[in-house]
């Protein structure tokens, strides 16, 4: 008899894309990341969450990088400054505009950029001794994307997931006094791993977030961005929260919150 174990059975991706569905998660398209691009410009740098992520990166024997869903260069300017070679990847050429505008003004020369997607074909994309995916693990093959992370690392990878079922902070979730329905946690790429053979570290990052808006009408946006269509009562009551927001000089209201990640980490093995 053969010693398996049953947990090796388990489909966790197809059991990931149910619960995907039925969340009030849904993947964001290339033109709706063009969209918040200008807005991540403006909110500057997320140094506490850049500092907890690198100080945790194993860096021996690392020379290049690839860094998934790269955004404005929160991490790949960074590395790039650190490493000889950083290729960074997005499929939003909204952000990939803001990189670059982020990359000049940083004075580095050492990064490339390639506008690609998940499902893209990654040819031109050199492997690298350390592959990095940095909250942009929101894709509906979850194993698909685990995989290609791996098979373009030589020596490891480290990816982030939002630690909690959803983007929203313990107080705008109150306000809204009804229950959101939780995207998959991380455990799922856990499990997915440990399949693969790559059994993961998991460490945890805390960081702060938010931004400043304009009128509730912004505020209400991001709220839906983060979760989906709101009803009349909803906005009521979101609308009643940010009126009792902060205010900054320039009148606007300010909203924070803290996050916790779940930061993965595997190894390639040896040859």
Request: contains cysteine; charged residues 30%; glycine residues 8%.
């Amino acid at each position: 008899m053969k010693n398996r174990q049953p947990f090796l059975d388990i489909d966790f991706n197809a059991r990931y894309r149910e619960q995907l569905r039925e969340s009030s998660y849904r993947p964001k398209t290339s033109e709706e990341w063009d969209e918040r691009a200008a807005a991540r410009g403006r909110r500057g740098p997320d140094s506490d969450y850049t500092e907890a992520f690198l100080s945790r990166v194993d860096f021996s024997g690392v020379r290049t990088a690839l860094d998934i869903g790269c955004g404005t260069g929160n991490l790949a300017i960074p590395l790039a400054k650190r490493l000889r070679r950083v290729d960074a990847l997005d499929f939003s050429a909204g952000m990939l505009r803001q990189l670059e505008e982020n990359r000049r003004a940083a004075g580095v020369d050492n990064l490339r950029v390639h506008a690609l997607s998940w499902t893209d074909s990654w040819e031109a994309v050199p492997v690298a001794d350390l592959v990095i995916c940095s909250r942009a693990l929101g894709v509906e093959d979850l194993r698909g994307a685990l995989e290609k992370m791996t098979r373009w690392a030589r020596r490891r990878c480290y990816a982030t997931l939002h630690a909690a079922g959803d983007f929203l902070g313990d107080d705008v979730r109150a306000a809204l006094g009804r229950e959101v329905a939780p995207r998959p946690g991380y455990i799922y790429a856990v499990n997915m791993l440990y399949q693969m053979g790559f059994p993961a570290r998991v460490d945890f990052l805390k960081s702060t977030g938010g931004m400043t808006y304009a009128d509730a009408g912004q505020f209400l946006e991001a709220v839906r961005w983060r979760i989906g269509e709101l009803s009349a009562a909803d906005e009521r009551r979101l609308r009643r929260f940010f009126g009792a927001l902060p205010q900054t000089g320039d009148g606007r209201r300010r909203y924070r919150h803290e996050f916790v990640w779940a930061l993965l980490s595997w190894e390639k093995p040896g040859p």
